[in-house]
């Protein structure tokens, strides 16, 4: 089975610094995988996808994340923080078929005026 | 697009009562899945239906649970009886299928049983 492994599971930044949350999966065929995020009381919101077209993928929000084949990574990164990131962000994997999703365990990002 | 549509947003029920969460997918969506949020265990998958048919339920916690997906717009998801540990946020996500094709949840149904 495939898992994700989300590292920190706080991460705190201040206003207008770079946000780095970090994913890393194992799967013995690149996978499909997923950032979400979500607000208090709201569901799961894609943030972005990587489907082996590019290996950086740009998201809403002004997210990305690269597709590290070599280090098994796919973490997600934004220049500047805004307050308006403070959220839970998971990283998830489907197998080839989309019936299996995995996620990770979260990270919680706060970000600091 | 309406998103996935679930009711009610919150639920509050004595221990031993039924209790049944309702999902509307996206339109033209094949899969349905059900998935349970707790702080101790994080996002667990209970259920996921493909073209109205239960797939996989082995992450249904015990008989108490049950769900079903009667037409290719609506599914439930029964919990009876209630217990208190049953105490969760409960999301429904439906997605187009294929490996590349994301899931997208609703608001959840945040379920305490006193």
């Known amino acids: 089975a495939q898992s994700v492994t989300q590292l920190g599971s706080h991460v705190s930044v201040s206003e207008g610094a770079l946000v780095l949350l970090r994913c890393n999966y194992s799967s013995s065929v690149p996978p499909y995988l997923f950032w979400y995020v979500q607000y208090p009381n709201q569901g799961l919101q894609l943030l972005l996808k990587?489907?082996?077209?590019?290996?950086l993928v740009k998201g809403i929000n002004g997210f990305e994340a690269e597709f590290k084949k070599s280090e098994t990574s796919f973490h997600l990164t934004k220049p500047s923080a805004h307050m308006s990131d403070a959220a839970e962000y998971f990283c998830a994997v489907s197998d080839l078929t989309g019936n299996q999703f995995y996620f990770g365990t979260g990270t919680s990002l706060t970000v600091i005026p | 697009d309406a998103g996935v549509i679930q009711s009610p947003r919150h639920e509050v029920t004595e221990m031993g009562q039924e209790v049944t969460l309702r999902c509307k997918p996206i339109?033209?969506?094949?899969?349905l899945f059900w998935y349970r949020q707790t702080m101790m265990r994080g996002l667990e998958l209970l259920i996921y239906?493909?073209?109205?048919?239960?797939?996989?339920d082995s992450g249904m916690p015990e008989d108490r649970f049950s769900a079903k997906m009667p037409n290719a717009s609506f599914s439930t998801l029964k919990i009876q009886p209630s217990e208190p540990r049953d105490s969760a946020v409960y999301f429904c996500?439906?997605?187009?299928?294929?490996?590349?094709?994301?899931?997208?949840f609703g608001n959840g149904t945040r379920l305490t049983v006193t």
């Open positions: 239906f493909n073209n109205n048919v239960p797939i996989d």
């Open positions: 339109s033209g969506h094949d899969y």
């Open positions: 990587y489907t082996s077209a590019a290996t």
């Open positions: 996500a439906s997605s187009q299928g294929g490996g590349n094709s994301p899931l997208h």
